[in-house]
């Protein structure tokens, strides 16, 4: 292991920890809350079991908003709100406030896609055996949409990693603020660029896993 | 047992449905027939109400469908099965699991949904290709799997909105048998959408053609077979339209 690194380890391995914690909850939002916004945004559509244009127009514009939003000026555009939600705009605990908000509206957005994936005949299949919303959201459309979901999932995933660089700004620090700052800002470029593999590494490793779970899980 | 009083259903538009009326008795094979665009699918869909009629009635033993709402037509419609042109069924699911979701629906206790859909699964001749997924089975066998999961909760009704009409001939016999037996051996009533003369010519008692969004024509078909017959509804409305007879 390079000396460069073997020095700055513990470091490291903190500034994983905190990139672990920011991904960690946006994932875990993408799960809980972004999902069920894309499967409404899905379901609200023209032709779709609830149609309701005035509520699909308008979660459209707001996930729509969001994503538009430079991420470095929506974390800033946040700061208020996520004092306010965490009693401070400092530090890895508010910086999961704008990774989550952001996590959401990129999630949503692209399970609606998946889930348009899913053949129009096996809504109506289930509408026909006397299927409610509930039923036809859990036993059709998720099963139906599972690798779909999974693909969309580890995409956000690496898009989490990515924005997670940025939250130094806020003092989020993560891996990405490490090589910034420890690299960057110090001159040791060498250190930057064995920070960057590491990055490439994990960014490789979840998109495999993804690949991997999304085929075994695939059964069309 | 289903009657559509007067019923019209209009898409924008475009009238696929005018002021039908239609009654079909208890344990009949009854067929629908009629050229593309003549509303059959139409029709058939709002005796389930997967399409809501903007006029007129459907009613189903005597019930008037198009004025209930939320679980009680859910409950209704496990009474009214249907299968589809393309089999619809959910490709992540094994077979198993895309009969079973039919019991799991109509709340059925756990323990007696294997013993149902095997049962189901051995009526269509599948039993043995019950842990395969919808990928690895042939066309005709699909449909199979799509009946085995519309007769698995015993319904009264069977709906058939063009059920052969992506199979070969071997395949269209076969699907057309089971349909016969699940109708002499069950009662089920059976109400079949195709545009294929001969599908209807070999398994319905009385045929409903439609064409322009209206019934044009009911038609009893004799035991004894429906002799020289157009092999195309497009044949059938222009023959008819000529005023010529069906049965010459």
């Known amino acids: ?220 | 047992m289903i009657t559509l009083d007067n019923v019209s259903k209009r898409f924008g538009s475009f009238e696929a449905i005018q002021s039908v009326s239609l009654h079909i008795e208890s344990g009949e094979i009854h067929g629908i027939i009629g050229a593309s665009g003549a509303g059959k699918s139409t029709l058939v869909r709002l005796m389930n109400l997967i399409e809501e009629p903007d006029k007129g009635d459907v009613i189903i033993d005597g019930e008037t469908l198009n004025h209930l709402k939320g679980k009680r037509i859910r409950q209704i419609r496990q009474s009214l099965a249907m299968i589809f042109q393309g089999h619809h069924l959910v490709s992540n699911k094994t077979v198993f699991d895309n009969v079973v979701v039919a019991l799991q629906l109509a709340k059925v206790p756990k323990k007696h949904r294997t013993e149902k859909v095997m049962e189901s699964l051995r009526f269509v001749g599948l039993d043995t290709l019950k842990d395969q997924y919808p990928g690895q089975l042939s066309g005709g066998q699909k449909q199979r799997v799509a009946i085995a999961r519309a007769i698995v909760n015993n319904p009264k009704v069977l709906l058939c909105d063009e059920p052969t009409s992506s199979l070969d001939p071997n395949t269209t016999a076969e699907v057309l048998k089971v349909l016969q037996r699940i109708n002499q051996e069950f009662g089920v009533t059976i109400v079949i959408v195709s545009h294929e003369m001969e599908v209807i010519k070999s398994v319905c008692e009385r045929v409903t053609v439609m064409a322009d969004g209206r019934v044009y024509e009911e038609i009893e078909i004799e035991p004894t077979g429906v002799h020289k017959m157009e092999h195309s509804a497009e044949g059938i409305i222009k023959r008819l339209k000529s005023g010529g007879d069906l049965h010459a």
């Open chain 1, 1 to 220: 292991m390079p000396d460069i690194i073997v020095k700055y380890q513990t470091e490291i391995w903190v500034s994983i920890g905190e990139t672990f914690i920011m991904v960690g909850f946006s994932i875990l939002a993408a799960l809980l809350i972004g999902l069920p916004v894309g499967t409404f945004l899905f379901l609200c559509r023209k032709g779709q079991l609830l149609e309701n244009q005035v509520v699909f127009s308008s979660l459209n514009l707001i996930v729509n908003i969001i994503r538009s939003f430079p991420f470095l000026l929506l974390v800033i555009f946040l700061i208020p709100f996520t004092r306010f939600i965490m009693g401070t705009a400092i530090g890895t605990a508010a910086a999961t406030v704008p990774m989550t908000i952001i996590a959401i509206a990129h999630y949503s957005r692209l399970a609606e896609q998946s889930l348009l994936d899913v053949p129009k005949g096996v809504m109506e299949a289930a509408v026909s055996m006397g299927a409610s919303v509930k039923d036809i959201i859990f036993k059709f459309l998720y099963v139906e949409a599972r690798s779909a979901l999974v693909l969309s999932m580890t995409t956000s995933t690496i898009s989490f990693i990515s924005y997670s660089t940025i939250m130094g700004v806020v003092g989020g620090g993560g891996i990405g603020d490490f090589a910034i700052r420890y690299g960057y800002l110090q001159f040791r470029t060498d250190l930057m660029i064995y920070i960057i593999i590491i990055m490439v590494i994990f960014v490789q490793l979840i998109q495999y896993a993804g690949i991997t779970l999304a085929r075994k899980i695939d059964k069309r």
